[in-house]
């Protein structure tokens, strides 16, 4: 079965760390571009970090100003992505998302990332 | 970045009946080769997004034929031809033809 599973979301202070995995099965991570998305409480979709399918290029939204890093492992079919100098708005559910057909093809069940003191 | 508008944000419909969800794009989202880049999502309640449509007008595996998506350049819709209390929730437009990928502010539709 073709899925995306995250983990590594919790409950973390402002200015704390964390780091979410996003495992992968049934398809490998190296032939598609893969991207983060997150979704803050009641509110719509945001894009938040990119890495290209061939892992060399790797792109961030704005407001993530070099606070996160996305990577990859091949061998563990794993995608991840680093978050440090956290804030209160980053309080969301962050999505591990597979680019397919020109789109977002296929989601994960999302983990939830609290950032409050 | 490329904007984009859906409308109506709110759409409530009666069960059995027709529905329409518009998106304009700031851009043109026709890609370098050729094809347009815009899909259609669908998010139930306390779940994931889930793709529909792809490049305009292409039905993902699974999904019921009464969803369709047509249009051109930038202006696209979302059509349910006769909603069922499963299709309760929110529809998002998504572009993947300019970077970064964006998103419509998404369209509740619930049942009247």
């Known amino acids: 079965e073709v899925q995306l599973e995250e983990s590594g979301g919790g409950l973390v202070q402002p200015g704390g760390s964390l780091r979410l995995s996003c495992s992968a099965s049934?398809?490998?991570?190296?032939?598609?571009?893969m991207h983060w998305v997150r979704q803050a409480p009641g509110k719509g979709l945001e894009y938040v970090s990119a890495i290209h399918y061939d892992g060399r290029n790797t792109y961030y939204a704005d407001f993530v100003q070099g606070r996160f890093t996305i990577s990859r492992d091949i061998s563990k079919n794993t995608l991840y992505l680093q978050m440090s100098s956290l804030r209160v708005e980053d309080t969301a559910v962050y999505f591990c998302?597979?680019?397919?057909?020109?789109?977002?093809?296929?989601w994960g069940q999302g983990t939830t990332v609290t950032v409050s003191s | 970045d490329v904007v984009m508008t859906q409308s109506p944000l709110s759409l409530p419909v009666t069960l059995g009946q027709p529905a329409s969800i518009s998106c304009r794009s700031s851009h043109s989202l026709v890609y370098s080769d050729g094809s347009t880049l815009l899909n259609w999502f669908q998010q139930r309640p306390g779940q994931s997004p889930r793709r529909l449509i792809y490049k305009v007008s292409n039905r993902d595996s699974g999904v019921p034929d009464r969803f369709s998506g047509s249009g051109s350049g930038t202006d696209f819709t979302l059509r349910i031809s006769r909603v069922e209390a499963e299709d309760v929730g929110v529809y998002y437009c998504i572009q993947g033809s300019h970077w970064p990928f964006t998103f419509g502010q998404g369209t509740k539709l619930e049942i009247k």
């Open positions: 998302v597979q680019v397919s057909e020109g789109g977002y093809g296929l």
């Open positions: 049934g398809f490998t991570i190296s032939r598609h571009s």
